[in-house]
């Protein structure tokens, strides 16, 4: 049996970043410190914050009065912040810098008088977000039915955007409707698409090219990234199994593979890749790794929390 560690894999730049984010607040405010949802789509991640003393909420009201509330990496909307600010919160944004950028156009487009089509997930918590930046003018599509059937103000004017973490795949099929209606329609800068979900899903893809007949996915159920893996996987009739941790993996699964994939969602720790490793060598297999693109993206901290604190850094 061999086992294909492909790269890149696991932790982006943004998971980093919001991960640093509550590690440095954790050591400048202590605790109790809040979170508004999943700091990222991991219980991993989130277990071992919340073992640390850190309070994971769904809505605003069940924070104190005057307390340190970190927002997901996922972002929020205008309606959350004005609610902070009514509390008297001290906020920490972790909201990735992809997603503020996508926040931004929106306000862009709005100024201009556009209609806006915003291409995602209604569950997820970024989708919340940006549609709470003027939902007056967005609309969501999901499916292609959505796209078939959404009715704008004025056709000339028409802006599709996207939930970053769609690969171009997922959002081409749905923009190419929307483009034969609206035959002006705005296009969303490439940039929009998140690095590490194109990435990911490229190194997936050449996986494929290699005749595995197995991948394992590590990443939690809700993580739209990590799901979308196996999707990509199975797609090429490769049997794909996601899973949140090495205990999680049937011995049926291996029964008969002589080549298996492993990849990581993008805000799935390394750690538990590593695991998945040592579990797979123990059945004999060979470690061999296949890097299909260098990462080296990073994003700055917010300036609140620029200081000579030491922190620990995330395994990325």
């Not at 991991?42 to 914050?49: G, K, R």
């Not at 909307?77 to 609610?83: A, C, L, N, Q, T």
């Not at 996986?207 to 197995?214: C, E, G, K, R, S």
């Not at 538990?272 to 990462?295: C, D, P, S, W, Y």
Request: glycine content about 6%; aromatic content about 4%; some cysteine.
């Amino acid at each position: 049996m061999k086992l294909l560690l492909v790269k890149p894999r696991g932790f982006c730049a943004g998971v980093v970043r919001a991960i640093d984010i509550v590690d440095i607040a954790l050591t400048n405010y202590g605790t109790p410190l809040y979170v508004r949802k999943e700091i990222v789509h991991n219980q991993s991640v989130v277990s071992n914050f919340k073992a640390k003393g850190v309070i994971f909420i769904d809505e605003l009201d069940e924070a104190p009065e005057k307390s340190v509330v970190v927002f997901s990496a996922h972002g929020v909307s205008p309606e959350v912040r004005k609610r902070a600010q009514e509390k008297q919160l001290h906020i920490i944004d972790a909201t990735c810098p992809l997603v503020t950028k996508v926040h931004s156009e929106v306000h862009k487009y709005k100024k201009q008088g556009y209609s806006i089509l915003l291409i995602g997930h209604a569950d997820h918590d970024e989708v919340e977000g940006t549609m709470g930046e003027a939902p007056e003018i967005m609309q969501l599509v999901e499916t292609e039915e959505d796209a078939k059937s959404v009715h704008v103000a004025d056709p000339s004017k028409v802006v599709v955007l996207t939930q970053t973490t769609l690969s171009v795949d997922e959002t081409k099929g749905l923009i190419e409707i929307l483009q034969s209606r609206f035959p002006k329609l705005t296009r969303p800068p490439k940039g929009d698409i998140c690095y590490a979900t194109q990435n990911r899903q490229d190194a997936v893809k050449h996986l494929a090219t290699l005749n595995i007949d197995l991948l394992l996915v590590v990443g939690s159920k809700n993580s739209s990234n990590s799901a979308r893996l196996c999707e990509v996987a199975r797609s090429y009739k490769i049997e794909s199994h996601l899973i949140d941790n090495v205990h999680e993996i049937q011995n049926e699964w291996l029964e008969g593979k002589t080549m298996i994939g492993l990849s990581a969602g993008a805000s799935a720790p390394e750690h538990l890749v590593q695991e998945v490793v040592e579990f797979l060598q123990t059945k004999g297999a060979t470690v061999e790794e296949v890097e299909t693109i260098a990462e080296d993206v990073h994003f700055a901290l917010p300036k609140e929390l620029v200081s000579s604190t030491k922190l620990p850094q995330a395994s990325a």
